[in-house]
């Protein structure tokens, strides 16, 4: 389970080093999107850690669903990221960050969703910080990103390409149909982080309706956090400005990324961006 795989070297997981950076902003509370199998192993690891933070774990289970709506009891894959997020619709109570437990952003891109949201306080006003798409892929295998569309500092649009990787020296995304599509070093991309107004849930709770009309009985099909943000980009409900960060971003995508992680969070450690 790479969520609670220790890649420290005090056996800290991938998501204690956001925790100590949102310490070293601020921040006062972090919510956990969990699924059944390890909520006991946060539980145990994560909260009584960080007595700064109030961490709170939400559940995400396959019987999480509006009213009215049957589980397809066929489905073993969880619902998606768009799911998660709405599985924390009703302890959310103001402008809040997204971000993934297994993948590493930086302090710097998680303060720079952290400045935008204290400045900004219209309720259709969001943010999502980019990346250089090179900044972020893996050397062992292909990995899921957001690949964004920016005019005059606005994200037009966003799609999940779900197979992006290196291919003979070219960034390639491979389609469903095996179609592959050659993507520039710099294209902006992200890796769900956003920070969010809390009428983003209005949008995502509409959009998760929709889905579940279309797609409830497609047991792989997932609801994608971004298929919920391009949906409010095209109704005109809302802006999401695109922050470029510096940083670089890795996560743990495939088993071979691992080593990779735990050497880049040691380097970090050695120039002194955590205790």
């Not at 946060?42 to 007595?51: G, L, N, R, T």
């Not at 799609?159 to 291919?167: D, L, N, Q, R, S």
């Not at 009428?199 to 994608?224: A, C, G, N, Q």
Request: charged share 25%.
């Amino acid at each position: 389970m790479k969520q609670i795989d220790p890649v420290g070297p005090n056996r800290e997981i991938l998501l204690e080093f956001a925790l100590k950076d949102a310490i070293k902003i601020g921040m006062e509370e972090v919510i956990v999107i969990v699924s059944e199998s390890i909520r006991a192993d946060f539980e145990s690891m994560i909260v009584s850690k960080y007595p700064e933070l109030k961490i709170t774990l939400v559940t995400q289970t396959l019987t999480s669903l509006p009213s009215g709506i049957s589980p397809n009891p066929e489905r073993t894959k969880p619902w998606g990221t768009g799911h998660a997020v709405w599985c924390a619709r009703d302890i959310i109570s103001g402008p809040f960050i997204v971000m993934n437990a297994d993948d590493f952003y930086g302090h710097d891109a998680l303060k720079q969703a952290y400045d935008f949201l204290i400045a900004h306080t219209d309720s259709g006003e969001h943010c999502i910080i980019t990346c250089p798409l090179a900044k972020m892929l893996s050397e062992f295998g292909t990995v899921s990103r957001g690949i964004c569309e920016v005019v005059d500092g606005k994200m037009t649009h966003i799609v999940e390409h779900t197979k992006v990787g290196y291919k003979d020296g070219k960034i390639i995304h491979t389609c469903e149909d095996e179609r592959e599509i050659i993507l520039t070093p710099d294209t902006p991309a992200n890796m769900n982080l956003f920070g969010f107004q809390k009428s983003i849930f209005e949008v995502i709770d509409r959009e998760f309706h929709i889905f579940l009309e279309e797609y409830h009985d497609e047991i792989k099909r997932e609801f994608y956090l971004l298929t919920a943000v391009q949906s409010m980009i095209d109704a005109g409900t809302g802006s999401v400005s695109a922050i470029g960060s510096v940083s670089e971003w890795f996560g743990m995508t495939n088993p071979e990324d691992r080593a990779e992680a735990k050497n880049k969070i040691q380097a970090l450690i050695d120039q002194g961006e955590y205790l």
